[in-house]
């Protein structure tokens, strides 16, 4: 039995359960405390349950062959994403966040077209890619309340997206000769530590109300720790597009979460954002392709 797609409908609800917990968390803390508290629970954590599993010596010898393009990695596929999605998250609901989020896959099959030519996208592919950037369009340039900051916040968010896209396709050459806890616990490392200062100067002058805390507490070990294994193991297991489908599922959880638990309001150009958007990420993963395909291979006989 595959493994992969469990793995992605656990990772989609901890990832969309993770806007909530960053909407919460900002109400009392910069983004950029949020983004480096996150990024250094996480790291902890990875780096006890490595060394508990390999040992001392095994868990350093594979953090050193992960070397700085692990910490790299990190930068560019923790830290600064992070740091925009929890900013754009002062302006946006964060349902809104999360399909905004959506768009990974679309950037993965743009990405591809220079850096990863077995993922390339034509046909379907390249009109699904269009069409989520539509998607993305309405999205930013009819949110109703939030003005040019909500748009502006959007927009981080989606440039998050193209930093993720781009860890996604790195990641995936990178774990062909090193662990994916391995990859996860110095990648989560490397961007705590480019982040410390920066959250250091932004420290808040009065500990926070306990929401904001355990919602931090909850991003650290949850939506950072626990999910960065399961997506390192999801690329290894499934490959880059596949895993990046866990956008399909994320932002509807986001979205029930921030109705129900946090009181958003969910309207006509977020849904028609949503549905432009995972329609393009339908159509520009291959997975309606890979659906016909299936459909047009004959039955084993009984």
């Known amino acids: 039995m595959r493994r992969w797609p469990v793995l992605l409908v656990v990772l989609g609800l901890i990832w969309g359960a993770s806007f909530m917990f960053i909407k919460v968390g900002v109400r009392e803390l910069e983004p950029v405390v949020v983004a480096w508290a996150r990024l250094a ?22 953090v050193r062959a992960t070397g700085v393009e692990g910490g790299l990695l990190g930068v560019v596929n ?32 743009l990405l ?33 309340r939030g003005g040019w900051l909500g748009a502006f916040g959007t927009l981080a968010v989606v440039l998050a997206c193209v930093l993720y896209a781009a860890g996604v396709l790195w990641s995936q050459r990178v774990l062909v000769r090193v662990q994916p806890l391995a990859l996860a616990t110095t990648s989560l490392a490397g961007g705590a530590l480019v982040l410390t200062p920066f959250a250091l100067a932004q420290l808040p002058s009065q500990v926070p109300s306990w929401k904001p805390l355990l919602s931090v507490v ?50 006509l150009p977020e849904l028609v954002g949503m549905v432009l958007i995972l329609g393009g990420v339908a159509l520009g993963s291959g997975g309606v392709a890979l659906a016909r395909r299936r459909r047009q291979v004959p039955a084993p006989a009984q």
């Open 218 to 267: 909850a991003l650290g070990v949850f939506g950072t720790a626990i999910a960065m294994l399961l997506w390192y193991t999801l690329v290894a297991l499934a490959g880059s597009a596949r895993a990046s489908l866990v956008t399909y599922l994320q932002p509807v959880f986001a979205v029930v979460y921030g109705v129900v638990l946090l009181g958003e309001a969910f309207r």
């Open 41 to 62: 629970l996480g790291a902890v954590l990875l780096a006890i349950v490595f060394v508990w599993q390999q040992g001392p010596r095994p868990a350093l010898a594979q």
């Open 78 to 109: 923790n830290a600064i994403p992070f740091a925009l999605i929890a900013w754009g998250e002062t302006h946006i609901d964060s349902g809104v966040a999360a399909i905004a989020n959506a768009t990974v896959p679309i950037f993965v099959a």
């Open 112 to 144: 591809a077209l220079r850096f990863a030519r077995g993922e390339r996208s034509q046909g379907l592919r390249l009109a699904g890619v269009l069409l989520g950037l539509v998607g993305v369009a309405v999205l930013t340039g009819v949110h109703p």
